[in-house]
């Protein structure tokens, strides 16, 4: 298996934590966003898209973080399941891993700064404030749905990490980075220490990444 990253993607920062969590070691080849790497052609060839991540496994390229994690949970056994069995609660965690990969988290994708830069001359107080209009009541519904199973232990769906955790952590990270106020949100601050217990978070973490600047 052949990844292709960034050390401040929060998408590929997911799968990291979800290769830590299965044991496995892919190779890894930095694409570096900032300098527009993801749109050269080669690059393209593999993710049309030119977005990261992607995953090559044999003649296949695996993209979409959350695509690629289920892959991996489906086809290596070892390690944690990603995903319950339970078919209602596997579906809570798929809705609360949707509700940062598909509504929260794309608004403040890189191009998405960057065209609020180039086309309305954003600066960045324009662009925290932007990220913050959507990632405060994205996080505060989140919080809302981690409460539900709050009895069932650590983790946002019980005692072991899930897909919705390792979504979380991420865009925790993000609304950190665009001084998003979440001190209130407690469930949320309470799963995030259960994740920096376990090595598999810790070593996912961007400033650990062989790419990290």
């Given at each position: 298996m052949?990844?292709?990253?960034?050390f401040?993607?929060?998408?590929?920062?997911?799968?990291?934590?979800?290769?830590?969590?299965?044991?496995?070691?892919?190779?890894?080849r930095p694409v570096h966003?900032?300098?527009?790497?993801?749109?050269q052609?080669?690059?393209?060839?593999?993710?049309p898209q030119g977005l990261v991540p992607a995953l090559v496994v044999g003649d296949h390229t695996l993209t979409q973080s959350l695509a690629i994690?289920?892959?991996l949970d489906e086809t290596i056994s070892q390690g944690?399941?990603?995903?319950?069995?339970d078919t209602i609660l596997r579906a809570e965690v798929r809705a609360f891993a949707l509700a940062i990969a598909a509504d929260i988290h794309p608004l403040q994708n890189l191009r998405v700064l960057n065209y609020l830069?180039?086309?309305?001359?954003?600066?960045?107080?324009?662009k925290d404030a932007?990220?913050?209009?959507?990632l405060r009541p994205g996080l505060e519904a989140c919080e809302k749905l981690a409460e539900r199973h709050a009895d069932k232990g650590a983790f946002a769906f019980g005692d072991a990490p899930t897909l919705a955790d390792i979504c979380l952590i991420p865009q925790l990270a993000s609304a950190d980075r665009f001084n998003v106020d979440i001190s209130d949100l407690t469930r949320l601050a309470s799963i995030r220490e259960a994740c920096n217990r376990l090595e598999a978070f810790r070593k996912a973490a961007p400033n650990a990444q062989p790419d990290a600047e």
């Open positions: 052949i990844f292709y990253g960034y401040r993607s929060s998408a590929a920062w997911r799968c990291r934590i979800a290769f830590n969590l299965k044991g496995v070691e892919p190779e890894f966003l900032r300098r527009k790497e993801q749109s052609p080669d690059y393209l060839n593999l993710n994690i289920e892959w944690p399941p990603l995903l319950p069995e830069e180039q086309t309305y001359g954003a600066d960045q107080a324009a932007w990220c913050a209009a959507w």
